[in-house]
Every structure is written in C-alpha cells, then in structure tokens.
C-alpha cells in the first residue's frame, strides 16, 4: 500500500465515521447540503415578478406581501443558518420551511388570480420543484395534499368553477404536475435508500477491511518478533559449525544451505517489519535539513565492497549542498535500497553510475545500470510486494521483493517522487527527484544519525 492510498483511506475513514446511522439522518444530511443555494433562491427568485402581479392584479396586494414574505423568509433562513449553529439538523427544518412556504404561497396566490393561466404554470413548477427536495416520503406527500386542499379552499371563495376550456387545460396542466410529482417522490425516495443502503453496507464492509489490514499488521509484526531472535541463534550457530566441520564438504554444503536459508529469511522479516510498520502509521519520522550528496556519498561507501567482489565500477558524482527537507535515516535507507538493487542485478564487470544533482527548483538523485533491464509490464509492477521479475540477481545474492516497496514508500514520506527508465538489454535507471530546500545555515548530514 502507497503512502497516497494510506492517506486516502484515512480520509475515507473519517468521511465512514460521520456516516449517517438512518436513512432519516441522511435525508437530513442531503437537506444540509441543499440549505445554502435553497435559501439564496428564495431571497432572489420573487421579487422580479411583483411588476407584473401589480398591473395584473392590483386588487390583491396580499399577492406582493407573499411574493416579499418569500424573500424575508430567505433572508431570515440565511442568517438562521450561519448563526446559530447549535441547532441540530437546521438546514434540514430551513429547507422544509421554505419549500412549505413556497407550495402553500403559490397556491393561495393561483385561488387569487382565480387559476390565472400564467400563475398556473407556475404553481406546476412548484409542486415538481417541492416534490424533488429530500424531505421524506410521508411530509413531501402531505405537503402536496396541503397545497392541493389550499388551493381547492380559495377557488370555492373565489366562486371559480373551471367553465371555460383555458380555465380546464390550467386545470389539466396541475394534476398532471401532481401526478408526476407523486411518481417523482416514490421514485427518488427509493433511490436515495438504495444510495444510502450501498453506502452503508460499503462503510462496513471497509470497517472490516480496516480491522482486518490492522489485525494483519499486528500479526506479521508478532511473528516476525517472534521469529527473529530464534533465527539470529540459528545463523549464529551455523557459521560457528562451518568453521568447524570447513573439512567435512557434505556437512559444510549443508550448513552453508542452512545459513543462506535462515539469512533470507532475516531479510523477508526485516522488510515485513518495515513495511507494517509504514502501513500501520507508527514509522518514527524526524525531518530535518539533510544534504542528500553526503547521504549518497556515505551509501556508495557501504555497497562499494559488494561490487569490487563482482568486479563491477561504481562510479559517484554529486553536487554539493543538495539540500532536502526530509529524514535522514529514511533517506539513507532509500540510498541504499536503490544502490543495492543495482549492484545485485548488474552482471559483474558492468558500471554503476551514480548521480545526484540539482534541477531547478528540485534535487535528483539517479542510479544508472548495465543490469538486464526490464520489459513495460514489469516496469508497472515493479514497486509492488513480493514482485518476482525476469531479472534475478547475478551474484547469488537474497531477494526478498520488498526492497523497492520499501524504497517507493519511504520517498514518498519525505515529499519526493521516484521514476524507473529501463528496456531489455539496455540496463535500468531509478530517478528519484526531492524539493530543493532554500536553507542559509550548515545542514545536518547522515553522519549526524547513529
């Protein structure tokens, strides 16, 4: 697992935490969401039509007074809304509130202008409008009956009839709407359950996930514990016996069998212990100013022996006070894990170049090989763990497929990128690029950490 993944399910792990426990708290959570652009709406969306409502109705001033309530109420919302947090699940009641304000205005205002043709238009919007918020099956219905039953009330004072046909077609066009608008509540009440439900069941299923990558981690590090100290006996009494029995060949064979057997797996434990110990958050970081130049010098130094023994040239050149901001532990473990990765897989008599070098505003560090290379589809699993690959080491040396895991995690911790160029025959070249830091005093070195 990537640093970018571990980060990214942590914050998946916050967003399941605040996960609605009930469908009604999620509705509520959805009202929260719409509160802002519902209220802005309401403040905006009335006022253009009070020119029109006087020259059509100048009798019925209670029509300009609803049209501005409309407005007031927004307003009144807005300032509810960011005022008084410690009201629970306000955007929710703020939402409701002015939905049923707008459905039972418009249709006292329609019964006024006795089904008018343009405001019946309007009050078809409305009620479709109404039916979409995410207010509950039950309210959203009795809301629309209220608005229905409103409206029926002040066409009986109004002594409206629906005689002739313009009146009718108004007539058709609402029920019509009201139709629609109960299809459309049914409809979008199941949809967002069924959201909500695979949401749910997604949150446990990635609390379980969690638990499980957190049981495993736990797990590995028991067992690797466990098993170091008892392997360390092991391949400290087998290197006694060899020297021992160096004239029994049968019996030094073998021990030199059990020896190699028991130091991989030293090795496969080291790297599990590594990589739970990045996955599981607790790898101690201490950032400081590094120069990356003498950290790679120092790792050249400790590889330098392996490489003489297979003939191979290590070739260094570095730029002084290449500065970085990062761990300077960490980054000599990547020097390391990248330089021993070219030495082990480079045939012996090859070079080795290494480089590190400032680039604009960023510091690159490159090792380049004579190694056999690697075809594309390797190159995209590469980083991953326990990768076995078409390249095998040349010197008989331990692969545990952890290292570039390894590497790839720990240059992520320190803010840098890495980069893998290769092609079969041609040898491979590891980029790895860091943020150049600006500093003015002396930085600290990887010769300051034990």
């Not at 995209?380 to 763990?385: A, I, P, S, V």
């Amino acid at each position: 697992m990537d640093i970018k993944r571990i980060l990214n399910l942590q914050f998946f792990k916050e967003e399941i935490e605040e996960h609605p426990r009930t469908f009604s708290e999620e509705l509520k959570r959805q009202c929260n969401r719409l509160a802002v652009p519902t209220m802005f709406l309401a403040i905006i969306s009335w006022p253009s039509f009070i020119p029109l409502d006087v020259q059509l109705f100048p009798q019925y001033p209670a029509i300009i007074y609803l049209r501005w309530g409309f407005t007031l109420i927004g307003i009144i919302s807005m300032l509810l809304y960011f005022t008084v947090p410690f009201i629970r699940n306000r955007g929710y009641w703020l939402v409701y509130f002015i939905s049923f304000y707008l459905g039972l205005a418009s249709s006292f205002i329609v019964g006024l202008t006795k089904g008018h043709p343009s405001y019946f238009g309007g009050l078809a919007i409305v009620i479709l409008v109404c039916s979409l918020a995410p207010l509950g099956r039950i309210r959203a219905l009795i809301h629309l009956l209220l608005m229905l039953a409103l409206f029926k009330i002040v066409l009986a004072v109004q002594g409206v009839n629906f005689e002739q046909s313009s009146d009718i077609y108004g007539l058709f066009n609402m029920l019509l709407s009201v139709l629609i608008s109960i299809i459309v509540i049914y409809v979008f009440e199941d949809i967002r359950r069924n959201s909500y439900e695979k949401s749910r069941l997604l949150k446990v299923a990635n609390e379980d996930l969690q638990k499980a990558n957190e049981l495993k981690n736990q797990l590995l590090q028991v067992a690797a514990h466990d098993l170091k100290d008892p392997l360390q006996v092991i391949i400290g009494y087998t290197d006694m016996l060899q020297m021992k029995l160096a004239s029994d060949k049968f019996a030094a064979e073998k021990l030199r069998i059990i020896y190699r057997s028991t130091e991989r797996m030293i090795k496969l434990i080291a790297g599990l212990l590594e990589i739970t110990t990045i996955e599981s958050g607790k790898l101690l970081i201490h950032k400081g100013v590094v120069d990356l130049s003498e950290v790679v010098e120092s790792a050249v130094k400790i590889h330098q022996q392996n490489s003489t023994k297979k003939n191979q040239k290590l070739s260094c050149k570095t730029e002084k006070r290449s500065i970085v901001f990062g761990d300077a532990i960490l980054l000599r473990q990547i020097a390391n894990h990248v330089i021993d990765n070219a030495v082990k897989f480079s045939p012996p008599g090859k070079s080795i170049w290494i480089t590190v070098e400032k680039q604009d505003n960023s510091i690159e560090f490159t090792v380049k090989d004579e190694g056999p290379g690697l075809e594309q589809d390797e190159l995209k699993r590469m980083f991953e763990k326990f990768q076995r690959l078409s390249s095998k080491p040349t010197g008989g040396e331990i692969s545990t497929g952890l290292g570039l895991a390894i590497t790839r995690d720990l240059v992520e911790i320190n803010g840098g990128t890495i980069f893998v160029e290769s092609e079969p025959g041609k040898g491979t070249i590891f980029t790895i690029r860091f943020p150049l830091y600006q500093v003015h005093i002396e930085p600290f070195s990887d010769e300051d950490n034990p």
